[in-house]
């Protein structure tokens, strides 16, 4: 009997300002507990919120690269969630219910079958709580209230997603999308950027959805995946030995590689939410959305487009290279002004070779030793036939180990290509003459043979012949 995995993900993404969503605090990461925790945010009596225009620019923002201007709602409410929790002084959390901000808009991510389109039910702006702290306290937990009243966005997707790797694809484009746009840091191991899994199971086929577990908190990918794949596994079971999946809060446990009951879910109207009668209702002007809009970057589907469209760039390239903003801006910043030729080889070196390097020293495209200039004078060199593909290798080496330009490394190292036909042609003789086992191996039919020989003339000449010019001179010899 085979099941479908069903997912939709909430996502909470802290917002890039430097003050909080109501009140003047600062929402610095890692200052001293309760140092960042102004009258409002720990709720003392007779304050008022006052709501930061800055968040609600970028949440208008997110809309935008997600939906354009229709999925923006241009009045919407702020309502309380009550709940008891001690990291709440105010005994409800200020959030978006029933008119949130942004509603609709959709993503689209790359799954083992194609492209597929992510639809969000909405996204909404709200406070974040504060924090307990459990360790440092004997018999006691202590309240840090720093992170009380940062501006959050909740991002909530329908239940589109079949699957941990499809749940995993989407939260790696939102995660890429709300860099590229700069409304969030993304910095998962801060909690700028937290993942909600609600995971139910179906039978194949079957039209309505199973009964579904939350699980909290997954704040890395890795997890993610993990936690789906467990959690859907255990309802699975549960399932086929005849019991129901009861609807629950859960969390994972990476150490044990499972999900745990946290409590029983409860629905919307355990929090009695309504409007929050100290803020007015939030209103968004046309010109407001117009400005916004205009100073929006490129979105990454426009940019994956061009690069196809225009610079002639491989789909699969040009879907690394737009997976990250400032990588392909670094690509743009190479391809400034070079020929079309250039432009596609260092598409390819961006994606693959750099990509590489950035992946083994575990660091970004913005901490890069070699810089776009460099890498364009190295393409060019390979283009114009200065120095062979395996030559460039070595030189991109010395760059991110030492530095210097290619020019300067070519020079000092004497590796230029050998493109002189008589030098190349004498490499070859004494060559032929060393092997002749192969050059018998060729000759009766072996043609493994030839790019023996083609190894070792390159060999002889330390890479530096070029490639194309020892085929020829090879194959004319061996004819002879
Ligand atoms: P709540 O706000 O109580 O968490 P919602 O109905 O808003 O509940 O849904 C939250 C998330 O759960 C959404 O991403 C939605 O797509 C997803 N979801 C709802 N029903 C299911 C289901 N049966 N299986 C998987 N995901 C679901
Ligand atoms: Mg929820």
Redo the contacts with the bound molecule.
């Keep these: 009997m085979a099941w479908e995995i069903?997912?939709?993900?909430?996502t909470h993404a802290q917002l890039l300002t430097r003050s909080k969503i109501f009140s003047g605090a600062a929402t610095a990461f890692g200052a001293a507990p309760n140092t960042q925790a102004s009258a409002v945010d720990i709720a003392l009596p007779g304050v008022l919120p006052v709501l930061n225009r800055g968040a609600v620019e970028l949440a208008i923002r997110f809309g935008l690269a997600v939906g354009g201007p229709e999925v923006i709602r241009r009045r919407s409410v702020f309502a309380r969630k009550n709940y008891f929790y001690p990291d709440l002084p105010k005994g409800y959390q200020i959030s978006q219910f029933e008119l949130p901000i942004v509603t609709g808009g959709s993503i689209q991510i790359e799954t083992e079958s194609g492209s597929k389109t992510v639809r969000l039910?909405r996204a909404h702006l709200e406070e974040d709580a504060g924090k307990s702290l459990h360790e440092d306290f004997h018999g006691m937990s202590g309240i840090d209230l720093n992170r009380a009243g940062t501006p959050l966005l909740e991002i909530?997707?329908?239940?589109d997603l079949r699957g941990a790797k499809e749940a995993v694809a989407y939260a790696r484009a939102l995660h890429s999308l709300v860099r590229w746009i700069g409304i969030c840091d993304g910095n998962m191991q801060e909690g700028s950027f937290r993942c909600d899994a609600?995971?139910?199971v179906r039978r194949a086929g079957d039209a309505a959805?199973?009964?579904?577990c939350?699980i909290k908190n997954l704040n890395s990918f890795r997890f993610m995946e993990q936690a789906i794949e467990f959690e859907a596994r255990r309802q699975i079971e549960l399932i086929e030995d005849g019991k129901a999946v009861e609807q629950e809060t859960r969390l994972y446990d990476p150490g044990r590689n499972e999900t745990r009951s946290m409590r029983l879910?409860e629905?919307?109207q355990d929090y009695r939410y309504f409007p929050d009668p100290d803020l007015l209702p939030l209103v968004v002007s046309e010109q407001d959305i117009e400005r916004i809009r205009s100073e929006m970057p490129e979105l990454p589907g426009a940019r994956f487009r061009r690069f196809t469209d225009q610079l002639a760039i491989a789909p699969a390239t040009a879907r690394v290279l737009v997976g990250d903003k400032v990588l392909s801006d670094y690509f743009e910043e190479t391809a400034q002004g070079a020929s079309p030729e250039v432009v596609r080889q260092a598409a390819n070196w961006i994606a693959v070779s750099t990509n590489a390097r950035l992946n083994d020293r575990n660091i970004g495209i913005a901490d890069a030793p070699v810089r776009p200039r460099q890498v364009r004078q190295l393409i060019e060199r390979v283009v114009d036939g200065t120095i062979s593909g395996k030559i460039a290798k070595e030189i991109d080496e010395v760059m991110w180990s030492a530095g210097g330009t290619p020019d300067e490394i070519i020079e000092k190292r004497g590796l230029k290509q050998i493109s002189d036909t008589g030098a190349i042609e004498k490499i070859v003789d004494e060559v032929l003459v060393a092997n002749a086992k192969q050059v018998a191996d060729y000759r009766s039919g072996k043609e493994k043979a030839f790019n023996s020989l083609v190894g070792q003339v390159m060999k002889a000449s330390k890479g530096k012949a070029n490639p194309a010019q020892v085929n020829d001179i090879l194959r004319r010899r061996l004819k002879g």
């Design positions: 069903v997912v939709g993900i909430e039910t909530v997707t329908e239940p609600n995971v139910s959805l199973g009964t579904r939350e879910k629905d919307a």
